[in-house]
């Protein structure tokens, strides 16, 4: 009974913070003026790969490492979305709105309630993500062919990665907790530092070897692999020794480590952050 | 007697909004290691694009100087333009309005203090990258290259001001917007590229953002071999266009504060919160 109590109260939790994270993301603008904000900024930043590559690859968009970083730049989009829209969500609720300390008194499971949270910006990087590739696919010359679409692989990486960038963004909720406002947020900072580390934009031998190992270290670089062959059946150099099932198996299992990890943290930090009173802490200087 | 007690207050004012960005935010040491930091990631991303697609060197200085200079815009977004979003969230835009005190001088010693503050780390950004990526550049013209980065500069926080004015109306608004002008801009800028790959027409578009030629200048007058057949304007004609931006903008925004705050007033929404 207590467990089926809890387990309501999760689901319940995760419901209402995705309605409440939708209608704080969306409700400023009407839908058209939110349609295309929510475009833009992606369109903008995967136009000045294109023109980069445009001006200087040899071969221009028909270089052959065009397909690959495209289709890696599109699906990043996911990872500062519920990175930050986890983390900052912390930020928006104690500090911006005053919220936080109230959301703890109610009878809200809070590892439920930040993932819902991040679940309106998920959606919105969702539609980024399919129109990106579209623009890519039609426009841009990526050979992405519905026909040679390794579904499977697509699922795989659609569910895992999730799962992987929510358990992130609750660690870096837990970080957040018990730290000062910064003018970017902590999930903008560490996805900028993924966007260079996970081989993203380039190869990630072009980077140097202390580099390149670390970004082989994170599970986001396997990720971003498995979308590129799923997408164009494109194996990085790097991994081509890599099966797609060793692949996902290592997806799965960093993200299981990082499940543990991520609740451990936030768990300690929520600790540490009512004995030190920081749940309604105002850093807004 | 009345004249000169009205420019002491002006001038007082304007240090006084200058000093929390020159000296208070200094203080916060994990804002100095963010401001540097983030747009460094950036910019060494760039740079390992152009790397794996074996571009010029040059390009390496592009992307360096490029993204010393975002610092700029960035400053101009959210601590100028969103600024007054900002002070009314915090219930600080009550006691702007009821100070005696000019708005223009709030303005003025906000763009000052900013100013400062982002050259400080616009410098790290540059010294930082030179170092990283053996970036060399060659000072051929002095004097126009730092009339360029000055005129620029006011420019830049002339456009800063005028915004603040008009995002005095706006609730969350003034967030999202301040967040859909970086990339944006970052494209039609041409802050990792030269702005004429864009092509003529958008690139005297982008003309009416400072940045744009400010950048295209500075570009030509470090790196005159490589901006050769790349280049928009030459630096002098740029020099003029900004020149002229920078005495439009800050006459625009005079009038626009003006107006948005008697507006604002009569809407009821100066003092309203957490919309």
């Known amino acids: ?285 | 007697m009345r004249s000169r007690s009205a420019w002491t207050v002006f001038w007082r004012t304007v240090l006084g909004r200058a000093y929390p960005r020159i000296i208070g935010a200094q203080r916060e040491k994990s804002w100095v290691f963010f401001e540097i930091f983030l747009p460094l990631l950036q910019v060494t991303a760039y740079v390992y694009i152009y790397r794996a697609i074996e571009a010029p060197p040059e390009f390496i200085g592009f992307v360096v100087l490029g993204g010393a200079m975002s610092a700029y815009w960035l400053n101009v977004l959210w601590s100028m333009a969103s600024q007054l979003y900002w002070e009314k969230e915090t219930g600080n835009l009550e006691l702007y309005i009821v100070a005696p005190t000019s708005r223009m001088a709030i303005l003025l010693g906000m763009a000052l203090g900013g100013m400062f503050a982002t050259t400080l780390r616009a410098i790290a950004v540059i010294t930082i990258g030179m170092l990283l990526f053996h970036v060399s550049m060659t000072v051929q013209n002095v004097p126009v290259l730092l009339g360029v980065f000055v005129t620029t500069l006011v420019a830049l926080y002339g456009l800063g001001m005028l915004l603040s004015s008009l995002f005095l109306l706006f609730g969350r608004e003034a967030w999202h917007l301040s967040n859909l002008l970086q990339e944006p801009v970052s494209l039609v800028s041409g802050f990792y590229f030269p702005v004429r790959a864009l092509g003529q027409v958008v690139a005297a578009a982008a003309s009416i953002l400072p940045i744009t030629l400010g950048l295209d200048a500075m570009r030509q007058l470090l790196f005159p071999a490589m901006l050769g057949d790349l280049r928009f304007l030459s630096p002098e004609v740029e020099l003029g266009i900004l020149a002229g931006l920078a005495v439009l903008f800050l006459i625009l925004a005079r009038r626009a504060l003006g107006y948005f705050e008697a507006l604002a007033r009569r809407e009821g929404r100066l003092s309203i919160r957490g919309q």
């Open chain 1, 1 to 285: 009974m207590r467990a089926d109590e809890s387990r309501g109260e999760a689901l319940r939790s995760l419901r209402v913070a995705a309605w409440l994270g939708w209608q704080i993301e969306s409700n400023w603008a009407d839908p058209f003026v939110f349609a295309i904000y929510s475009l833009v900024k992606p369109l903008a930043g995967a136009l000045i790969l294109v023109f980069m590559y445009a001006v200087i690859a040899k071969g221009g968009l028909q270089s052959p490492l065009f397909p690959g970083v495209f289709v890696g730049n599109a699906l990043f989009i996911y990872v500062p979305a519920v990175l930050a829209g986890i983390s900052w969500t912390i930020i928006d609720d104690r500090e911006h709105y005053g919220m936080l300390k109230y959301v703890y008194t109610a009878p809200v499971n809070m590892l439920t309630y930040l993932v819902g949270r991040g679940v309106a910006k998920t959606m919105v990087a969702t539609i980024a993500v399919v129109m990106m590739l579209l623009l890519g696919t039609l426009g841009l010359g990526v050979p992405i062919r519905l026909g040679d679409i390794d579904w499977p692989l697509v699922l795989g990486s659609l569910v895992l990665g999730s799962a992987m960038l929510a358990f992130f963004g609750i660690l870096l909720g837990g970080v957040t907790l018990v730290t000062a406002r910064h003018n970017y947020g902590v999930g903008e900072a560490v996805a900028g530092g993924l966007y260079l580390l996970c081989g993203v934009v380039f190869p990630l031998d072009t980077l140097p070897t202390w580099l390149s190992s670390i970004g082989r270290a994170i599970p986001i670089t396997y990720w971003i692999e498995a979308w590129r062959r799923a997408l164009l059946g494109q194996r990085t150099a790097l991994f081509s020794g890599l099966s797609d099932g060793a692949l996902v198996g290592i997806i799965a299992g960093s993200t299981a480590v990082l499940a543990v990890l991520a609740v451990l943290v936030f768990r300690l930090a929520e600790r540490r952050a009512r004995a030190k009173g920081l749940l309604d802490m105002q850093t807004m200087y």
